[in-house]
């Protein structure tokens, strides 16, 4: 009778993967939703790394930013809700968010060497790994619908520049004159960096050395989403102005397919923030999959190991939100801070800025 309980309990245990998943995480900080809402569902986003310490925001800015990622994840978590699918919550979420001129993306995106504003943006879908890409856009009102189209509507993964904008108006996107970018806080933020620049060319033979070989503070704002849905499919979005003061038509790891986003059912949703170039080299969202398909990490070991450790190590900075396929998320930064919002156990919004909130 004993052995019987016993095999019983192995059955049930093999059958039950989410079981097996609970134990293994079990001592890491994975958040896993359980409760009244549907497990199935999740939803994370974040609004940029950075150096965002504490005291560093005015009470009513922090006000500002908290409102508009806790409207960003309840839009996004309520499409899913409805029935919607991932691909749907990320899409209406980063939309939001691109449309504010808080974030760098859309509207408050920043402002390349010559002053301009040049969008990326990518999308991909957990289910097929079909995805879409755009870099280089600057009339384009919302960046991620078009890496949207650029999946769902033609043969190819990523479009950049006049191309890209040339495939938006085929596709009666909204297109804004570049002035619509143009924001006060973006444009004072280049302007300084301009100024800093030329203080320490005064002051240095060694002009060649000089493109971006500091550590960018405050440079950045992206924003991102990844979702789980009720037919257990997940998908990951990214959208980006880039860095202030980028020149030559740098592209980021936002558009990248594995290094900015990534989404494989058969794994997590991930999408990451920070220093793009560290990013890229270190296909950060493709190997935070791969550690747990091939190490069977957790979301939040596999996401911990590539930001803390790699990317660490590198010289890098940032961090990433990700979700698996049972809805555990996870969280990592290295840099000061991260906007970041999920939905909890209880189906509520949680918004989050610095580091260790609780
Ligand atoms: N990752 C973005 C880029 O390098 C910047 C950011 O996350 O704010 O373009």
Known sequence: MKRLIGYLFVAVLLLNPTILLAQKSAG??????????????????????????RGSLSPEREKEYRAKLEEAVMAGYKALQAGKSSLDAVEIAIRILEDSPLFNAGKGAVFTNEGKNELD????????????????????????????????????????????????????????????????????????????EKEKEEKSKDHGKLI?????????????????????????????????NKRFGRVGDAPIIGAGTYANNA????SATGW???????SVARDISSLMEYRAMTVQQAADLVIKTKLQKLGGDGGVIAIDKFG?????????GMYRAYINAEGKPVVEIYGAEK
Not at 161 to 177: H, N, P, R, T
Not at 267 to 270: E, M
Not at 276 to 282: C, P, S
């Open 121 to 196: 943006a990518s999308i991909m879908d957990g289910k097929t790994l079909g995805a879409g890409a755009v870099a280089g856009l600057t009339r384009v009102r919302n960046p991620i619908t078009l890496a949207r189209a650029v999946m769902e509507k033609s043969e190819h993964v990523m479009m950049v520049g006049a191309g890209a904008e040339k495939f938006a108006e085929q596709q009666k996107m909204e297109l804004v004159d570049p002035k619509y970018f143009w924001t006060e806080s973006r444009w004072n933020a280049l302007q300084k960096i301009l100024k800093e």
């Open 328 to 336: 555990n998320i996870g969280v990592s930064f290295n840099s000061e």
């Open 267 to 270: 794994t997590c949703a991930v």
């Open 212 to 244: 971006e070989a500091e550590k960018p503070a405050n440079k950045f704002g992206t924003v991102g989403a990844v979702a789980l849905d009720k037919d257990g499919n997940l998908a990951a979005g990214t959208s980006t102005g880039g860095m202030t």
């Open 28 to 53: 890491t900080e994975v958040k896993q939703l359980q409760g009244p809402q549907n497990p199935r569902l999740g939803f994370v986003i974040h609004g940029g790394a950075g150096v965002i310490s």
């Open 276 to 282: 793009g170039e560290f990013f890229i080299r270190l």
